[in-house]
Nanobody
Framework: VQLQASGGGLVQAGGSLRLSCTAS????????MGWFRQPPGKEREFVAA??????EYADSVKGRFTITRENAKNTVYLQMNSLKPEDSAIYYC??????????????????WGQGTQVTVSS
């Protein structure tokens, strides 16, 4: 299994970025996919996930971030708008392999990409 994240960078507050995560080594459409982030000195936290019922978001990003997937390209995206300095973190995509009631439960994700840095300047 490989998950390759890209699209991070430096952006001013209020700006936008689109992250991509291309997967290989498994049947992509069979799995829920998630995005997590880890700010400096903090724990990794849930951002968004997408499964057959639809997308789920952390409260901190609702209305600003959109997760989508393109199964034909084995790719999941995270469109991030109205970025804030507190969104600065390393962003990771992940494959959900174990069911927990909360789709944002990190324990459900056992395959992770390498991360992509997002920095939002004030």
């Amino acid at each position: 299994v490989q998950l390759q994240a890209s699209g991070g960078g430096l952006v001013q507050a209020g700006g936008s970025l689109r992250l991509s995560c291309t997967a290989s080594g498994f049947i992509f459409y069979n799995y829920a996919m998630g995005w997590f982030r880890q700010p400096p000195g903090k724990e990794r936290e849930f951002v968004a996930a997408i499964s057959r019922p639809g997308p789920e978001y952390a409260d901190s990003v609702k209305g600003r971030f959109t997760i989508t997937r393109e199964n034909a390209k084995n790719t999941v995206y995270l469109q991030m708008n109205s970025l804030k300095p507190e969104d600065s973190a390393i962003y990771y995509c992940a494959r959900r392999t174990i069911y927990y009631h909360d789709i944002g439960d990190r324990r459900g994700y056992n395959d992770w990409g390498q991360g992509t840095q997002v920095t939002v300047s004030s």
